[in-house]
């Protein structure tokens, strides 16, 4: 293929909404040149209409959005340089998928001979592996084999944008995690910018250079996949962020003699040393997050400790996670896949310092996002 590399993107004070539902709040997201920008949230936050938005597909009450140099906001789907994958990707059934890739070119009316079209489906076909299939019909083909010639639909007007909005998720598990490989490979090949709407957090975590994260309409954080897990803004952000569920506690920082306690229900923790700046967080209502990950089994220094009995444990191949009852807390935990655990033994649970959260209950805005200790 050869097609210049992608556009940037720009939404500036993009709103939109339906009567009462605020679908999109006062959009600000800048998209490199090139870059592969997931949008993740769960159902109803938003993404879709960001996608039907900045295809032109509706349009926002408020704000403006730029593509490359132009500004796109008031120019109609088919001069903003973009195609759109939906996730009802329906291929036309009586054509074969030659027919399917060729047809965006015969429809927008464009001037290309039979022979240009022709080159241009061969080509785009050998891109995505379906160069074999051509000549059969869409019921003949794989789901995954469907799917890429949905993706080469788009690819044939060589857009400067591809929106893909939840491509995946009509495949089973197994084929999901393949296409994820070849979408990925396929645009570091392409180097064109691909919006990706998903709700899926470790899709989202293994394709994107950034990911928006959206609620209500809001977007909360954009940042690369590593630093929205490791240092998310808030609590949504943190829990939405993982395979697993995160450990949450309320409670409030109180002074014991010369120490620090954290003071959840039920449940004290002495705080080490090492926490001790968090005398600044006395008297408010905080929420105290740590993923499984961060708890183990046995006493460690520089951790929180709580005694514990375990619940139900979970292999998981690489690690187990175990759920432990401390006090009138359940906790959730790791350990390694060789550990001989035994529902109903008693244990003592670090938590470790590294890996803890502090959010402001009211607001849920982080406080101490993994520890914090590097400094
Ligand atoms: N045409 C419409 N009329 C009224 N409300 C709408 C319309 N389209 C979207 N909404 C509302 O706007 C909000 C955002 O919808 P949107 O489709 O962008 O969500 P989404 O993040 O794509 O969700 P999902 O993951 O379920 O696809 C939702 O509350 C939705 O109900
Ligand atoms: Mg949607």
Redo the contacts with the bound molecule.
């Keep these: 293929m050869n097609q210049d590399s992608g556009a940037s993107i720009a939404f500036r004070g993009i709103g939109?909404r339906?009567?009462e539902?605020v679908?999109?709040a006062d959009l600000d997201l800048t998209i490199r040149p090139g870059e592969f920008v997931s949008l993740l949230?769960?159902?109803?936050?938003?993404?879709?209409?960001?996608l039907?938005i900045l295809a032109g597909l509706i349009s926002a009450d408020s704000g403006s959005i730029m593509i490359g140099d132009t500004d796109v906001t008031h120019l109609s789907p088919d001069r903003r340089g973009i195609a759109m994958v939906f996730q009802n990707y329906a291929l036309y059934p009586h054509m074969t998928i030659a027919e399917n890739l060729a047809f965006p070119l015969q429809a927008r009316g464009r001037d290309l001979s039979k022979q240009a079209i022709a080159a241009k489906v061969q080509d785009v076909a050998e891109t995505l592996g379906i160069g074999h299939l051509l000549a059969r019909y869409p019921k003949e083909i794989s789901g995954g084999q469907q799917q890429r010639v949905a993706l080469g639909r788009a690819m044939v007007r060589d857009p400067k944008v591809f929106l893909l909005?939840?491509p995946l998720s009509n495949l089973d598990a197994r084929l999901r995690l393949k296409m994820r490989r070849d979408l990925k490979a396929l645009h570091q090949r392409l180097r064109s910018t691909i919006v990706y709407?998903t709700?899926d957090q470790s899709e989202a975590m293994s394709l994107s250079d950034r990911i928006a994260i959206?609620q209500g309409?809001r977007l909360q954080q954009f940042g690369a996949p590593a630093d929205i897990y490791r240092r998310p803004v808030n609590a949504f952000v943190a829990n939405f962020m993982g395979e697993r569920e995160m450990n949450n506690l309320a409670g409030r920082v109180v002074r014991a003699g010369d120490g620090l306690v954290f003071q959840a229900d039920g449940l004290d923790f002495a705080l080490p040393t090492a926490l001790n700046d968090w005398a600044r967080f006395q008297d408010r209502a905080l929420t105290l997050g740590v993923r499984p990950q961060g708890v183990k089994i046995g006493g460690r220094s520089d951790a929180l400790l709580c005694e514990a009995v375990l619940r139900l444990v979970e292999h998981a191949g690489t690690e187990q996670f175990f759920y432990a009852q401390a006090g009138s807390v359940e906790l959730s935990g790791a350990a390694a896949p060789d550990a001989v655990l035994a529902m109903g033994d008693g244990v003592q649970l670090s938590l470790l310092s590294r890996e803890l959260y502090l959010f402001d209950t009211a607001s849920g805005v982080a406080l101490v996002q993994g520890g914090d200790l590097a400094a």
Excluded: F, Q
């Design positions: 939109k339906y009567g539902t679908a999109l949230g769960p159902s109803g936050s938003g993404k879709t209409t960001t039907n909005d939840e709407v709700h959206y309409g």
